[in-house]
């Protein structure tokens, strides 16, 4: 497969952006009923990360599908749910949300990283894995943590959960902490399985090991089984050298939690060519993927711009009388990828 249109939904350079957010990423897609959501991770203009999420007609083409943010009164974004109190597990920030529909008495869930510390990145930022319950169309949080880290990999995040033949499978990152300036990524993906999605879970099994490089992953049914598709992260901060980036594609019969079960990765996105749109020219995570009807792959990406020093980026605005980006150390995109 090969690329075969890239657009942009929502850029904190150049824009737009939902009001109340200074920049938004990814996370999961699900159809319910007539209605695509796009569920989201943000950072407010009052800076806390928060969950979001989006909305479009069933009967517009995903790739060129119109979203509408999920509003409070007004025309700001509104939160899936109220911020945790401070000094809970996931305090400091809710992140990457993956969608599990309801199911045999369960309800609608979101899990989610959340973060407790007050660094995102280097040492001492610290993830854990907790979920949402949807109660009479309110999303609520869960109380403890489902999924922590150990010694070597305390850092737990970017979690992709299905459910198949009464058994929940989730796919997350384990690493020693959210990778700094100036430092190799050390990323570990790992997989448990649970009879409820609650507790009960597995010991982790390594699902990719660190040389691989693999960050996160998406999955969607297929005619013949389960398409994944694997992102190798992104280089938020400039470092070179550094991996390669870009999504890798692998097939199997079922959701199986075994690395054997699935094929060899392909490479079908490779974001360090020079013909990468600028948006997403340090790579892509957070993937959501969905077959279309005619084969095709749709993926909703995050997307690094490739790391340029803001006050480069502001002067290149003024001179063109537009406004300066906001003060951040790295511009994030959102966009949706179609591969043929």
Same mark, same amino acid.
């Given at each position: 497969?090969?690329?075969?249109?890239?657009?942009?939904?929502?850029?904190?350079?150049?824009?737009?952006?939902?009001?109340?957010?200074?920049?938004?990423?990814?996370?999961?897609?699900?159809?319910?009923?007539?209605?695509?959501?796009?569920?989201?991770?943000?950072?407010?203009?009052?800076?806390?990360?928060?969950?979001?999420?989006?909305?479009?007609?069933?009967?517009?083409?995903?790739?060129?599908?119109?979203?509408?943010?999920?509003?409070?009164?007004?025309?700001?974004?509104?939160?899936?749910?109220? @911020?945790?109190?401070?000094?809970?597990? @996931?305090?400091?920030?809710?992140?990457?949300?993956?969608?599990?529909?309801?199911?045999?008495?369960?309800?609608?869930?979101?899990?989610?990283?959340?973060?407790?510390?007050?660094?995102?990145?280097?040492?001492?930022?610290?993830?854990?894995?907790?979920?949402?319950?949807?109660?009479?169309?309110?999303?609520?949080?869960?109380?403890?943590?489902?999924?922590?880290? @150990? $010694?070597?990999?305390?850092?737990?995040?970017?979690?992709?959960?299905?459910?198949?033949?009464?058994?929940?499978?989730?796919?997350?990152?384990?690493?020693?902490?959210?990778?700094?300036?100036?430092?190799?990524?050390?990323?570990?993906?790992?997989?448990?399985?649970?009879?409820?999605?609650?507790?009960?879970?597995?010991?982790?099994?390594?699902?990719?090991?660190?040389?691989?490089?693999?960050?996160?992953?998406?999955?969607?049914?297929?005619?013949?089984?389960?398409?994944?598709?694997?992102?190798?992260?992104?280089?938020?901060?400039?470092?070179?050298?550094?991996?390669?980036?870009?999504?890798?594609?692998?097939?199997?019969?079922?959701?199986?939690?075994?690395?054997?079960?699935?094929?060899?990765?392909?490479?079908?996105?490779?974001?360090?060519?020079?013909?990468?749109?600028?948006?997403?020219?340090?790579?892509?995570?957070?993937? $959501?993927?969905?077959?279309?009807? @005619?084969?095709?792959?749709?993926?909703?990406?995050?997307?690094?711009?490739?790391?340029?020093?803001?006050?480069?980026?502001?002067?290149?605005?003024?001179?063109?009388?537009?406004?300066?980006?906001?003060?951040?150390?790295?511009?994030? $995109?959102?966009?949706?990828?179609?591969?043929?």
């Amino acid at each position: 497969m090969r690329l075969a249109s890239a657009r942009v939904l929502w850029d904190m350079l150049h824009g737009p952006m939902p009001r109340g957010l200074l920049g938004v990423g990814c996370g999961d897609l699900a159809l319910n009923g007539d209605t695509w959501t796009l569920y989201l991770g943000g950072y407010s203009t009052s800076f806390r990360n928060r969950l979001y999420a989006a909305t479009a007609p069933r009967s517009e083409a995903l790739p060129a599908a119109r979203w509408s943010p999920v509003k409070r009164r007004g025309r700001r974004v509104r939160a899936l749910v109220a @911020d945790p109190p401070r000094g809970a597990w @996931d305090g400091g920030g809710m992140h990457t949300p993956s969608y599990v529909p309801a199911s045999r008495g369960a309800p609608a869930r979101i899990y989610y990283a959340g973060r407790e510390s007050r660094r995102h990145v280097g040492r001492g930022s610290r993830y854990a894995i907790g979920v949402l319950e949807q109660v009479d169309g309110v999303w609520r949080r869960t109380g403890a943590p489902l999924i922590t880290g @150990d $010694a070597e990999r305390p850092s737990v995040l970017e979690p992709r959960v299905v459910h198949e033949d009464g058994t929940y499978v989730m796919w997350y990152l384990a690493t020693p902490h959210e990778v700094a300036p100036g430092e190799q990524p050390d990323y570990e993906l790992r997989c448990v399985t649970s009879p409820n999605g609650l507790d009960g879970w597995s010991a982790p099994t390594r699902f990719a090991a660190p040389a691989e490089g693999f960050f996160d992953i998406a999955l969607a049914r297929a005619p013949a089984g389960w398409t994944m598709v694997l992102a190798a992260g992104t280089n938020l901060h400039g470092t070179r050298p550094f991996p390669p980036q870009g999504l890798w594609l692998m097939t199997a019969a079922s959701a199986s939690p075994q690395r054997s079960a699935w094929s060899a990765p392909v490479r079908i996105l490779d974001t360090d060519g020079p013909d990468t749109p600028e948006w997403m020219g340090a790579g892509v995570c957070d993937p $959501a993927l969905r077959i279309a009807d @005619d084969g095709s792959l749709v993926v909703f990406v995050t997307g690094t711009r490739r790391h340029e020093p803001w006050t480069r980026l502001a002067c290149q605005r003024i001179r063109r009388l537009q406004r300066p980006p906001v003060p951040a150390p790295f511009q994030l $995109a959102t966009g949706v990828l179609t591969f043929r």
